[in-house]
Structures are given as C-alpha cells and as structure tokens.
C-alpha cells in the first residue's frame, strides 16, 4: 500500500506569506503527526493527532503555526505570516495508533525568501 | 535544551567493518529508544527500537546495546555496507507520550 504523502514535495514563498502543507497518512492509521526538521538537525516535534482532535501541541513554536485534520485523515499545517526562520522540512508521520510506530513520509521543504 | 545527545556528527567506516554511534538522555521518563534511518529527499525510517527492560536487542546486522544506569545506548552496524551510508538518528518517547526526541544525527558514509 501507499505511505504517507505530503504535498507540495518544495515550497517557496516571500516573508510575510501564508503557506498550507498537506498530509495523507497511510490509510487507516488513526494518528498523524506533524515535525519539522532544520538543516542538519534532527526532527523536532510540532503536533500530533488522534482522529480529527489534536492531542498534543505543545510543539507548535508560536500561533503562527496551525494544523487541522476535519475529517481524521488529511491533515493540513497552516504558517501565516511566513518568516525566513520558518524554512525547514515539514515531515508528517502517520501511526495506527497510541504506541504504534511512526511511519514518515518524504516531507516538504519550505523555503522563506 | 538538547533531552538527547548524539554523536558522533559524522562517522566514516570501510566495508565490512563495525559502525558505533552513541546517544545520551537525561529524562528518566523515556521508555522506548528507535533508531531511525534515513537517505536524502526521504523521510525517516525506524530501523530498530529497544525498551529498557533489556539491555542488549539484535536484528540482523544491527545491534542496540542499551545502559539504563548510564542513561546511554548505541547502534551497531555490523559488516557496513555501502547501502549503509545515510544518516541516523536516535530518538527517545517518554511513556504514555507520542512525541518522539530525536537526536541531532549521524552522517555515515562507508567506502569501498
């Protein structure tokens, strides 16, 4: 079956822009997760899902940040206001559940002009 | 603040030989420790993972060696191969929590 998609694959805006970053988990697993991952640097988590409520979004840097999953599948991460500090890989992860593995799709790169 | 120290930054091992890289932790709630790999462009991929109720847990070439005293524990990659070379991360998940504590990555590159 599929994995997880994330669409755009690259994403380039202006400081000051509104970017959406899409998530399409693996079918039938219950929890998404959004991290993002700064050159050189390991993942770092922003929020995570359980069906369509966020359960934990103590990541979320400050409330420019926003994610939503209407339905308890796709799941978008919204950034107003972009900032050249926001550049990074966006990766979503998807899980069958609490205490399940983390299974990652390929992330979008956002760059912040 | 770092909750998981890795290292070394980048690591370079000759064919057949053994790779080590090393991961630290402070908070004493972590409970499960993987190990993720992962190559350019793609996500990360869970490669092994132990919890501290063993110290040692082996798949095929790849060995987590886990000191819940010391707060440490290490992959090994037995008889590296080129195919080996990427980039890992250990990581750490405190019970009950789903967020993941990544480390800040190993670059390993084996050569011919």
Same mark, same amino acid.
């Given at each position: 079956g599929a994995g997880v998609s994330q669409t755009p694959s690259n994403k380039v805006t202006e400081k000051g822009k509104y970017v959406e970053l899409r998530c399409d988990p693996i079918s039938g697993h219950t929890a998404l997760y959004w991290y993002r991952q700064s050159l050189g640097q390991g993942p770092e988590f922003l929020i995570y899902f359980q069906g369509t409520g %966020? %359960? +934990? +979004?103590?990541?979320?840097?400050? =409330? *420019?940040f926003f994610a939503v999953r209407p339905e308890g599948s796709v799941s978008t991460l919204k950034i107003q *206001?972009?900032? *050249?500090? =926001?550049s990074a890989v966006y990766l979503c992860a998807s899980s069958l559940g609490t205490g399940h593995e983390q299974f990652f799709g390929p992330g979008t790169r956002l760059t912040v002009l | 603040q770092q909750q998981v120290k890795q290292s070394p930054q980048s690591l370079i091992v000759q064919k057949g030989g053994i790779s080590i890289i090393n991961c630290a932790y402070e908070?004493? %709630?972590?409970d499960y420790f993987p190990w993720y790999q992962q190559f350019p462009g793609k996500g990360p991929a869970l490669l092994i993972a132990i919890r501290p109720d063993v110290s040692e847990k082996k798949e095929g070439r790849f060995t987590i060696s886990f000191n819940k005293s010391a707060k440490q524990f290490s992959l090994h990659i037995m =008889?590296?191969?080129?195919? +080996?070379?990427a980039t890992y991360f250990c990581a750490a998940q405190p019970f009950g929590n789903e967020k993941l504590t990544f480390g800040t990555g190993t670059r390993l590159t084996i050569i011919p």
């Open positions: %966020a %359960a +934990d +979004d103590s990541g979320l840097p400050n =409330d *420019r *206001r972009t900032e *050249r500090g =926001d | 908070n004493t %709630a972590f =008889d590296s191969q080129p195919g +080996d070379s």
